[in-house]
């Protein structure tokens, strides 16, 4: 089983900043993709950013050149970098990990964490 616990959300400005903070832990192999989605009151979850091990990236097309996507592997955790925010950003954001259980054929599992709130205001 795996853990995915994120930090990081809250209210913010237009044009502000905001880090979201990803920690995986439980057991595992290895992780493939660490992303991030986000939902907002009314609409579908959406993928906002993802990174898999191999480092590369995938973004929405609303938040390139604004948001950045990292990880650092030792730690199990990825971030999100989100610049330059706008309403249309509010919503919740959830972590999500596709990992191998016990070796590199036992994959994928998908894991989501519980979300964080955040709130862009005009």
């Known amino acids: 089983q795996v853990q995915l616990v994120e930090s990081g959300g809250g209210l913010v400005q237009t044009g502000g900043s905001l880090r979201l903070s990803c920690a995986a832990s439980g057991r595992f192999f290895s992780i493939n993709v660490m992303g991030w989605y986000r939902q907002a009151p009314g609409m579908q979850r959406e993928l906002v950013a993802a990174?898999?091990?191999?480092?590369?990236?995938n973004y929405a097309d609303s938040v390139k050149g604004r948001f950045t996507i990292s990880r650092d592997n030792a730690k199990n955790t990825v971030y999100l970098q989100m610049n330059s925010l706008k309403p249309e950003d509010t919503g919740v954001y959830y972590c999500n990990a596709d990992v191998c259980g016990s070796s590199m054929a036992d994959c994928p599992y998908e894991y989501w964490g519980q979300g964080t709130q955040v709130t862009v205001s005009p």
């Open positions: 990174l898999n091990s191999g480092g590369s990236t």
